[in-house]
């Protein structure tokens, strides 16, 4: 079973560009979670995906970034215009179901992506 | 004020010393979750915890759920396990993380 896939593993656009990250998450699993980490900064969540809805995007930016998760194919990680602050690591985490997310006994993270902004 | 806050932030140790890394925080949680950073690598889940104490291995992690306390120890250090630790907590949908600690053990 493969875990969590994330691609790609570095990205490299100039500003302006738009950056698409893709997280297919592990077999089974129907719940994506995104996450950020500045440089020199902590993991910070984006938004919580379930097949086809968008649970929670507290965390995500209003303007430029958007989420989806069809169903079928992966979860797609969307950046319009990108700018040198979006450079950034971005992890994707999937579960089972949101129940087995709160009590898991694992997180099941990705290898992410890393962005540059040039 | 970050939810969850880690020491130290940086930690250079001999091999075969034993590492403690600790992990604060001042929500309310159903779970904490240490997890381990390799450079330019994913992030793998070490453990979880919702009380007492859990031990894999070398590694041994405990919490203290009155004083919103957990803390990772490494025992018989390798250079191996030079990366960065990361506590996070679970409430509802999300996860709060520290900015970890970046472990480096020198042979």
């Known amino acids: 079973n493969a875990g969590v896939m994330q691609n790609p593993r570095h990205l490299v656009r100039r500003r302006g560009q738009e950056a698409r990250l893709r997280c297919s998450p592990m077999?089974?699993?129907?719940?994506v979670y995104w996450y950020r980490q500045l440089p020199e900064e902590g993991l910070k969540f984006m938004v919580y995906?379930?097949?086809?809805?968008?649970?929670?995007e507290s965390g995500m930016p209003k303007e430029r970034f958007s989420a989806e998760f069809p169903k079928e194919g992966p979860s797609i990680l969307r950046i319009q215009q990108v700018v040198r602050g979006d450079s950034a690591a971005y992890f994707c985490?999937?579960?089972?179901?949101?129940?087995?997310?709160?009590?898991?006994?694992?997180?099941?993270f990705g290898q992410g992506t890393r962005l540059t902004v040039v | 004020k970050n939810e969850v806050e880690q020491s130290p932030q940086n930690l250079t140790a001999q091999e075969g010393e034993f590492i403690t890394i600790n992990c604060s925080y001042s929500v309310g949680i159903s779970a904490l979750h240490w997890l381990q950073q390799h450079p330019g690598g994913g992030i793998v889940s070490l453990f979880m915890l919702s009380s007492g104490k859990k031990k894999h291995g070398r590694l041994i992690a405990t919490i203290n759920i009155q004083e919103k306390h957990s803390s990772l120890h490494i025992t018989a250090s390798h250079p191996r396990d030079s990366a960065v630790y990361i506590c996070?907590?679970?409430?509802?949908?999300?996860?709060?993380f520290g900015t970890g600690t970046s472990l480096t053990v020198i042979p």
């Open positions: 985490a999937s579960s089972l179901n949101h129940a087995s997310w709160r009590m898991n006994t694992e997180a099941f």
């Open positions: 995906l379930q097949k086809e809805n968008i649970i929670d």
């Open positions: 996070a907590v679970k409430l509802g949908n999300q996860f709060y």
């Open positions: 077999k089974g699993h129907s719940h």
